[in-house]
Antibody
Framework: QVQLVQSGAEVKKPGASVKVSCKALGYTFTRNYIHWVRQAPGQGLEWMGIISPSDGTTGNAQKFQVRFTMTRDTSTSVVFMELSSLRSEDTAVYYC??????????????WGQGTLVTVSS | QSVLTQPPSVSGAPGQRVTISCTGSSSNIGAGYDVHWYQQLPGTAPKLLIYGNTNRPSGVPDRFSGSKSATSASLAITGLQADDEADYYCQSYDSSLSGSVFGGGTKLTVL
């Protein structure tokens, strides 16, 4: 069955970077876009960006144009997201989610379990 | 401030019907982009509830239905049950932001 398995929780200091992985299982990795969505404590969902596992092209939300990078490794079916220059406001649960072939227009049908990133001095 | 506006909370008694609205603008829902809905139970990842405005994924009960009109969309839940208590989010695409957007979320309380 389709699963997205994310790496474990991270604690980082302000100004540092964090890299979170998302391993895709149970389907052909290159067929579906992967989205990243975050949720600050007690807050709503915030779309961050999208990557095509097929060719590696990415699209970021305007808010994350500079500090947010997505990559993929087709040999292991893993997508990575990296957020740099962390600040306390980046404390959140980060989710990867599988999208359809319509890119940013698609719904998200499978979600990872989430990775809590805590930014604290 | 979310691009898609949802009421912060709605409530209903078991067995009743509730609706959750999602109001957008001419750059998202009003431009014809589809709306999708998610249910997030406490402490869990969101789950797809409705896609393409009105479609239910396999396994989602037909008590859940979606509709769309002009610049807004709605999620209706009939025969309310205690385990429907959750946060609900709408999602669409916004052409001025060139990306996907979520509503602010609505907390459903079953009285």
């Amino acid at each position: 069955q389709v699963q997205l398995v994310q790496s474990g929780a991270e604690v980082k200091k302000p100004g540092a970077s964090v890299k979170v992985s998302c391993k895709a299982l149970g389907y052909t990795f290159t067929r579906n876009y992967i989205h990243w969505v975050r949720q600050a404590p007690g807050q709503g969902l915030e779309w961050m960006g999208i990557i095509s596992p097929s060719d590696g092209t990415t699209g970021n939300a305007q808010k994350f144009q500079v500090r947010f990078t997505m990559t993929r490794d087709t040999s292991t079916s893993v997508v990575f997201m990296e957020l740099s220059s962390l600040r306390s406001e980046d404390t959140a649960v980060y989710y990867c989610a599988r999208g359809g072939v319509l890119g940013e227009l698609s719904w998200l049908d499978y979600w990872g379990q989430g990775t809590l990133v805590t930014v604290s001095s | 401030q979310s691009v898609l506006t949802q009421p912060p909370s709605v409530s209903g008694a078991p067995g009743q019907r509730v609706t959750i609205s999602c109001t957008g603008s001419s750059s998202n829902i009003g431009a014809g982009y589809d709306v999708h809905w998610y249910q997030q139970l406490p402490g869990t990842a969101p789950k797809l509830l409705i896609y393409g405005n009105t479609n239910r994924p396999s396994g989602v009960p037909d008590r859940f239905s979606g509709s769309k009109s002009a610049t807004s969309a709605s999620l209706a839940i009939t025969g309310l049950q205690a385990d429907d208590e959750a946060d609900y989010y709408c999602q669409s695409y916004d052409s001025s932001l060139s990306g996907s957007v979520f509503g602010g979320g609505t907390k459903l309380t079953v009285l």
